[in-house]
């Protein structure tokens, strides 16, 4: 597994959302900031609630507490009463009574220091233990009694304390005594132990800075209780509590010691003047949970260290990874730029190389390279193609005389109709001057590169108007080589381009040639042959010419093939190879073949009528001819209409044209052969059948393909499957005859292997009648 890396975060960060490093750190930063502010402030919220809840608390067990006091201290007050009321009895007469009731209720309420009771003259008349009034007291017994006899007050009153440190904690209460009409008959002084009434709630666990105080209403403090080693105090300072009617509430303020802050909780009973308070430090209460707090606040802060110190050394990786980075996709960008700048370079100096400046057409080298290629090509689809060479005419005068820039307009111009006029996938170059090279890749008849030649003559043809003020009219000559008929490399291609250009030239310009003579004879007007055909059918523009088949054995001449030609009127003589196709292809072959066979027989019975030994005459047959049942039928009448005799007469088909229809076809071979006429089956040893299936068929006659022959002697294969061939035929009783020997040694190799007959350019061409003639009345043809 690969392991967290600032880079491959980085690296990750920058491809998937295409932002810059620097973003990256500033969204990382921002983003890292937010949390630790939000932590912080979620934690001093969650103290800040804890601390409140706390203080909650504590004021309701202050509050509580001060209650519980309060309540405490208005029972003693109450019972402060009752003796005031048991004290009455004394002014209705049962002084003796009343004195061992009041000494009884003093004695059994231990809160009680001391009762004692003042007629209204303010004298004493009883004390449960001998005492000394204070002026004050005696002050404040007869401002009290002023009070109650004019209605202002007639419950109780706070007598003042006594100054001497053993009576601090006595605290005397003034009750005003008097019967149920109302009058006034004393006062009732009792003296609260101050410091046995508090000590009672020492214990209570109100923490170490806890206070509890009974206050008069003016605020005096008459006594405390604090829990701190369990003290009792009597500090006498007035504090300053704030004034208010409610009786009972919560104040906070620093009311003991400065830097300290309280929280006091105060209780009032029945408006009676003294008050009790309970008081306690606000920090001591939080105190138990501020060392948790203290701990959480530390290690938040201990983490915000350590993330805060992650993320500078984070950003300080990833700052250095993003410099280091964009250096780098800089440099990369640079160097893709650097590379492009090359590979333009390097196209156009391979398109000056490669291209001619002024027309932008490919330069010699690469048009031969071009040619080398497709050639190769060529040679394993087995497909044709055409070279041409193409020079304009006149063109030095031009140049000379109309000056450079407007041949270069010239040439520019021409090469424009040249490719409008080849299709993209042909080739076209300029070789060099005036010349171009031309290759037509992939075309299925030689007809279609006269077609194109033609095309091209036309097209250049036309007037070039305006080239810097000049109109032009130029024609070319077109040298035609083509592949593999007329070379099957690249030399002698171009070589035989070149030669039959300059037979153009010579031929009067303007015009397209084949290399090979036999195509030119149909030349640039083939097309126009299609709409002449019938016609010359009709008008016996046909003629045949013959080629003797010899036989091996004595070199007599057995047989005549027919092959028809075309004495155009305005082209000469037109060979099968430029028409027969045609015909095919515009449905004129039967009408074509009947000519054939009718010719032959009247060829035959002329012959014979001027006593002249026949052979036989074979005529070839093409494949759409045997889809027509007819056909028997019509050369059965043609031999009885010339009076021919059958075996006279023998026809070439070609394994092809058995593919089409075989039954159509065996039913067609079957009649002639019972009519007696011989079947030849030509070129054997390029189509697809084999022996074993043309056994099944009435053939007489194999003719081997004049490609085997051609390649006997320097090719070994050939020569065995010739020998094959024809030790297979003679096994089926069937005659072979060699085709196109243009040589001795061929004939010699064919006589050894035991070949029946040849034909061929070594022994005869085909030739006119008159001359078929000759050959006949001398019947042999002794090889040279
Ligand atoms: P094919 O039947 O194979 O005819 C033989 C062709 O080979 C003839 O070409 C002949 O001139 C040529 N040839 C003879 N000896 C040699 C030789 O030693 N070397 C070379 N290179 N060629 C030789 P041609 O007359 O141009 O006929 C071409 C083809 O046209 C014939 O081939 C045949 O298929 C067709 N053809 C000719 N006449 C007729 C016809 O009357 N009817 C039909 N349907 N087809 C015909
Ligand atoms: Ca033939
Ligand atoms: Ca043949």
Known sequence: MQSFTPKLLCHWLIRQSRISWRMALFTGLILIASLLLLAWWLALQRLEAEKTLIGENARVQQETLAEVIS????????????ISIAANEWFDGKQLDAASRLSSMRATDRALLRITLYDHDLKQIYSSSPTTESLEL?????????????????????????????????????????????????????????????GLYQHID????????????????????????????????????????????????????????????FRNQDNHPLIVTVSRDVDETLNDRISAH????????????IIVLATFWFARNLKHQGLLLSALSKSDQEKQELIAELQEEKRRAFDLAAHDHLTGLPNRRIFH????????????????????????????????????????????????????????????????????????????????????????????????????????QITPSIGIAIFPRDGQDLNSLTRHADTAMYQSKRAGRGRFTFYDPALNQGGERLFNLEQRLSKAIAENELVLHFQPKVRLSDYRIVGLEALVRWQHPDHGLIYPNDFIPMAERIGLIDKLGDWVAQACCIQLAQW???????????????????????????????????????????????????????????????R???????????????????LAYIRTLPIHCLKIDREFINNIRNRHDDAVIVSSIITLAHNLNMRVVAEGVEMSDQLIHLKTAGCDEAQGYYLSRPVPAVAARELLISSTMAPA
């Open 608 to 670: 014979q009528a001027e006593g002249v030994a026949v052979v036989p005459i074979a005529f070839n047959v093409s494949a759409k001819q045997l889809l027509d049942i007819e056909l028997p039928q019509r050369i059965a009448e043609y031999l009885a209409i010339h009076g021919v005799a059958p075996g006279n007469i023998e026809i070439e088909i070609t394994e092809n044209s058995l593919v089409d229809s075989i039954e159509v076809a065996r039913q067609i071979l079957e």
């Open 369 to 472: 390279e071009l040619v080398v290629s497709h050639i190769a090509s060529f040679k394993r689809s087995r497909k044709l193609c055409a070279l041409m060479y193409l020079d304009l005419d006149r063109f030095k005068a031009i140049n000379d005389n109309l000056g450079h820039h407007v041949g270069d307009l010239l040439l520019q111009t021409i090469s424009i109709r040249l490719r409008e006029a080849l299709r993209e996938s042909d080739v076209i170059a300029r070789l060099g001057g005036d010349e171009f090279g031309l290759m037509l890749t992939g075309i299925e008849t030689i007809d279609d590169a006269a077609l194109v030649a033609s095309k091209i003559i036309e097209s250049i043809g036309l007037p070039c108007t305006n080239l810097d003020g000049h109109d032009i």
């Open 138 to 198: 005696i002050d404040s017994l007869q401002a009290f009694l002023k009070e109650v006899q004019n209605g202002t007050s007639t419950k109780l009153a706070v007598g003042p304390r006594s100054m001497s440190y053993e009576q601090a904690w006595e605290l005397p209460l003034l009750f005003p005594v008097g019967n149920h009409s109302g009058r006034l008959n004393g006062i009732l002084v009792v003296v609260l132990d101050l410091g046995y009434f508090l």
């Open 71 to 82: 309540e405490n201290l208005t029972q003693v007050l109450d019972r402060g009463r009752l």
């Open 294 to 305: 203290t701990r959480l606040l530390a290690i938040l802060g201990f983490l915000t260290a």
């Open 206 to 265: 109100i923490g170490r800075s806890g206070v509890i105080q009974v206050l008069k209403f003016d605020g005096e403090k008459l006594a405390e209780a604090r829990q701190a080693g369990l003290v009792l105090d009597i500090n006498r300072s007035v504090m300053n509590l704030p004034k208010t009617e409610a009786q009972k509430g919560t104040w906070i303020g620093q009311f003991f010691d400065a830097g300290h802050t309280y929280r006091t909780s």
């Open 672 to 690: 002639l052969e019972a009519l007696g006429v011989g079947i030849s089956l030509d070129d054997f040893g390029n189509g697809f059948s084999n």
